[in-house]
T-cell receptor, first 111, second 112 residues
């Protein structure tokens, strides 16, 4: 069974701090997505990475796909209260129709 | 504005009841999914449908069935609800596999 482990599970930081969330697996994925979910809502896609070593930036968020396509990281620079939410990674293996979701990282940014 | 809607935001049912959760998407997507979300477990796939009347089991299909009679609508059925089915249920759709999944707001189901 493929597993995606995220760390840390919970993170509470002050506004302006930087943070990194990790998503790790022993399996290789053909692509990996990051979603953010706010309370009472469904997850919303932030980014998709498909190439080993790929780095994508979305304003203050930087996403990296590992060279071996088994892991990914999300780095937030100068976090703001609006970044508060549940961050989920989801990986798709080649030849399958489904994404495996990570366990999630719950981030709280305090003003 | 693309949309996935779910029939209820909150639902309370009793053990043994038959429960219907409905999901509608307005994006003409081929693929639709039902997940359940539990703390510490992430999202787990219950069933997936890639076309009308076509379905495939996900990772945790036991105790659930699905129906897709029209392209835009995907229903999740709990034939006889049990307390361990208390959870948040999320529906999603996507045009192509491996592309963005659009999620509904979720239905928080409590089975007493």
């Amino acid at each position: 069974t493929q597993l995606l482990e995220q760390s840390p599970q919970f993170l509470s930081i002050q506004e302006g701090e930087n943070l990194t969330v990790y998503c790790n697996s022993s399996s290789v994925f053909s692509s990996l997505q990051w979603y953010r979910q706010e309370p009472g809502e469904g997850p919303v896609l932030l980014v998709t990475v498909v190439t080993g070593g790929e780095v994508k930036k979305l304003k203050r968020l930087t996403f990296q796909f590992g060279d071996a396509r088994k892991d990914s990281s999300l780095h937030i620079t100068a976090a703001q209260p609006g970044d508060t939410g549940l961050y989920l990674c989801a990986g798709a293996a080649s030849g399958t129709y489904k994404y495996i979701f990570g366990t999630g990282t719950r981030l709280k940014v305090l003003a | 504005d693309v949309k996935v809607t779910q029939s209820s935001r909150y639902l309370v049912k009793r053990t043994g009841e038959k429960v219907f959760l409905e999901c509608v998407q307005d994006m003409d997507h081929e693929n639709m999914f039902w997940y359940r979300q539990d703390p510490g477990l992430g999202l787990r796939l219950i069933y997936f449908s890639y076309d009308v009347k076509m379905k495939e089991k996900g990772d945790i299909p036991e105790g659930y069935s699905v129906s897709r009679e029209k392209k835009e609508r995907f229903s999740l059925i709990l034939e006889s609800a049990s307390t361990n089915q208390t959870s948040m249920y999320l529906c999603a759709s996507t045009r192509d596999l491996y592309n963005e999944q659009f999620f509904g707001p979720g239905t928080r189901l409590t089975v007493l």
